[in-house]
């Protein structure tokens, strides 16, 4: 029993499928087991020029799989229909030829935050800082120092965790700003945990996708970023609640 989490597709059509093909393959099963639920951590949308595929492919999965979903700030913007950057002129009229198209029932009532198993599921950031655009929190974003900047409002691993520990949470899995990150508390303060990409393979076996994997076990208090699963290298994990694995996948090769 598992959960596959990912994050910021963007309209990256190519690295969804990608994810759908390989976590079905003998390998991945093999080394990871069944898979019962798929958590997307927002931003489906903006920057990429596959929309229209890259949600197909989402509503393939939720016919396949358990799909839990939270909003992320691309949606949020693209719905509401607010300026960001980061679209080119290709990208902006693929998505506006999808107005009105009954693939963007994914985002009816979607929330933005959802938990289980003690970990909480959300695009950016834990804190509830009201109802302005940039303080929610699929806008929030992970930094050293806190404040509020024209990206969105910016916390710190330790705001985290004490919003996470009143509200009865060990972890918190986000995505948003492309890179992966692990950050622990433990006894001698908030440490971060390097993390080191190992390849997954196995003898005498087609191993079609090249997949690289960091493991780290749900043992302290815990911070996981998802790097985006987009381009030529997609990211995404992978937890069974007792461990969490970062997963990368080469296209390139």
């Known amino acids: 029993m598992g959960a596959i989490i990912f994050s910021?597709?963007?309209?990256?059509?190519?690295?969804?499928?990608?994810?759908?093909?390989?976590?079905?393959?003998?390998?991945?099963?093999?080394?990871?087991?069944?898979?019962?639920?798929?958590?997307?951590?927002?931003?489906?949308?903006?920057?990429?020029?596959?929309?229209?595929?890259?949600?197909?492919?989402?509503h393939t999965l939720a016919q396949e799989y358990r799909l839990v979903s939270v909003l992320g700030n691309h949606d949020h913007a693209y719905l509401n229909r607010l300026l960001v950057s980061g679209s080119d002129p290709a990208s902006t009229y693929r998505h506006e030829l999808l107005r009105g198209s009954p693939l963007l029932s994914i985002f009816?009532?979607?929330?933005?935050?959802?938990?289980?198993?003690?970990?909480?599921?959300?695009?950016?950031?834990?804190?509830?800082?009201?109802?302005?655009?940039?303080?929610?929190k699929c806008w929030q974003r992970l930094s050293h120092e806190s404040g509020d900047s024209f990206a969105g409002y910016y916390y710190t691993a330790s705001m985290a965790f004490a919003a996470l520990e009143a509200r009865g949470f060990m972890h918190m899995c986000c995505g948003h700003q492309h890179e992966n990150i692990c950050c622990r508390k433990t006894e001698e303060g908030i440490i971060q945990k390097k993390i080191d990409f190992e390849p997954l393979t196995a003898e005498n076996e087609e191993n079609k996708y090249h997949i690289e994997v960091a493991r780290v076990q749900l043992d302290a208090p815990t911070l996981f970023r998802?790097?985006?699963?987009h381009g030529d290298y997609p990211e995404f994990a992978y937890t069974d609640f007792t461990t969490f694995s970062y997963i990368r996948i080469n296209l390139r090769d």
């Open 8 to 58: 910021d597709v963007h309209a990256d059509s190519l690295a969804i499928r990608a994810l759908a093909a390989c976590i079905k393959t003998p390998l991945f099963r093999k080394e990871f087991g069944q898979i019962d639920l798929l958590v997307n951590l927002g931003d489906l949308v903006h920057r990429g020029d596959r929309p229209q595929e890259t949600l197909e492919m989402i």
């Open 108 to 136: 009816d009532n979607m929330p933005m935050e959802w938990s289980d198993h003690d970990m909480l599921f959300v695009h950016g950031g834990p804190l509830d800082l009201g109802n302005q655009t940039l303080r929610l």
């Open 226 to 229: 998802v790097g985006g699963c």
